[in-house]
């Protein structure tokens, strides 16, 4: 008996509704799954597979040069290895919405012309996922070009360590991107953990960038953030250069051979809460203006902070510096001010607090007479703790002829506002005996 005609309408929604549910339930039911196993060839798959599908890699080791031009995912199983064996690229990518995790990608070129990398994401290859991946003995590790969105997650990157620092490619190369996410990622051994260059609206989080020329080479580069990173036993920690509105927050930089953080031709940023210790230098700022440095701790630096080329205008409160041999290095012309709203804490600060407010009652001089003669005569330094010394010191500051420019802190702290500043003690870069 035909069904009538508000019958037929109930099967069609219910008919549609189960396929819905069939949808939804199959989870990857737009996408089908491939599975290579030892022996068989990862690039056939790929040119097999249909945009979304997902290319799972058994535990092997393959070396094959792959070239990936649709979405789709490669998952590792157990971890295989792709090996480029030693040529161009071992992983190229050309195409959106890719996602690449769980395998160790070895084994590029090593042509610095052609930029060869262990995963090559050419532009418009936007919303690459890279996560839970070794890269390791790449000349590049990844190299990323015009390619927004990115997910960098997770991932052990080691460059060819046998190679000289200039012979080496960079770690993660950054190109002309917007709203990068860099987080979570170890790198070592390679020239530049982190190169960026004119890459805008990024996140840096919580990586670990190591044994490297600088932990990161970042230069021209606007609205990032950079937060929970650390870096040590570099040449330099941070280098962040002709750059605006950075945030740059509870970063760690320590025992580097130069610079913890380089603060260099930068406007407009906020830099707080950060850990710089065991460096030749804590801060070098350079061309700074209208920043805010705020609740950093500078200890046991041979320099805590070195200052010049016009850096003013800047925001100093807050901050701990602490067992510094040399606290500042100012190179300027008149003395500049820091603290003026509520002081920094000074390790080497002579005066007193009568009123017990836990404010000094004279004005911190970072740069006195006894500063700037122990920088021509080094030597010197021998006799800081002597009384000699110390009436030198105070002389100085009676008889402003003998006054040098300064960084002038009026509101000197009595106390550090970290009390856990003496874990960072000792914590230098190891310089022959």
Request: with cysteine; glycine share 10%; charged share 25%.
């Amino acid at each position: 008996m035909p069904l009538n005609h508000g019958r037929r309408l109930r099967v069609l929604a219910a008919g549609l509704l189960l396929a819905a549910l069939g949808l939804v339930a199959g989870g990857d039911a737009l996408g089908a799954t491939l599975r290579v196993r030892a022996g068989e060839s990862i690039q056939a798959a790929i040119e097999r597979a249909q945009p979304g599908d997902v290319v799972e890699i058994e535990r092997a080791r393959y070396v094959e040069n792959l070239r990936i031009t649709q979405p789709l995912t490669l998952r590792g199983l157990d971890r295989p290895t792709i090996s480029g064996g030693l040529k161009g690229d071992t992983i190229r990518i050309t195409a959106e919405d890719v996602t690449i995790e769980g395998l160790i990608v070895s084994d590029s070129g090593d042509s610095l012309r052609d930029q060869n990398a262990g995963i090559y994401v050419f532009p418009g290859s936007h919303r690459t996922v890279v996560r839970n991946c070794d890269l390791t003995y790449n000349l590049f590790g990844l190299w990323i070009e015009k390619a927004n969105d990115v997910l960098i997650e997770g991932n052990l990157i080691t460059g060819k360590r046998d190679y000289q620092s200039s012979q080496r490619g960079n770690g993660i190369q950054l190109y002309n991107t917007h709203r990068a996410r860099i987080i979570g990622n170890n790198i070592s051994f390679v020239r530049d953990a982190l190169y960026v260059d004119v890459s805008h609206d990024a996140v840096f989080r919580a990586n670990r960038l190591h044994h490297s020329r600088y932990g990161t080479h970042y230069m021209n580069a606007y609205d990032n953030i950079w937060e929970g990173n650390d870096t040590w036993m570099n040449r330099g920690g941070l280098a962040l250069m002709e750059v605006r509105r950075l945030t740059v927050r509870n970063n760690r930089a320590w025992a580097n051979s130069d610079h913890g953080i380089m603060l260099r031709t930068i406007q407009d940023s906020t830099i707080e809460g950060n850990v710089v210790a065991g460096n030749q230098r804590g801060f070098f700022i350079y061309d700074a203006e209208y920043n805010t440095l705020r609740g950093n701790t500078v200890v046991d630096n041979v320099v805590g902070v070195h200052l010049w080329a016009g850096s003013k205008n800047n925001e100093v409160e807050g901050n701990d510096f602490i067992l510094n041999r040399e606290q500042v290095r100012y190179v300027g012309a008149r003395d500049l001010p820091w603290g003026e709203q509520a002081g920094n804490y000074w390790s080497n600060y002579l005066g007193w607090d009568r009123d017990g407010d836990g404010v000094g009652d004279v004005r911190y001089e970072a740069s006195d007479l006894v500063d700037r003669l122990s920088w021509r005569h080094p030597l010197m330094k021998l006799l800081l703790a002597s009384p000699a010394v110390q009436t030198l010191r105070l002389v100085g500051q009676q008889f402003p002829l003998l006054r040098a420019p300064s960084i002038v802190d009026p509101k000197p702290r009595m106390l550090p506002h970290n009390p856990d500043w003496s874990q960072w003690r000792g914590r230098h870069f190891p310089r022959p005996q």
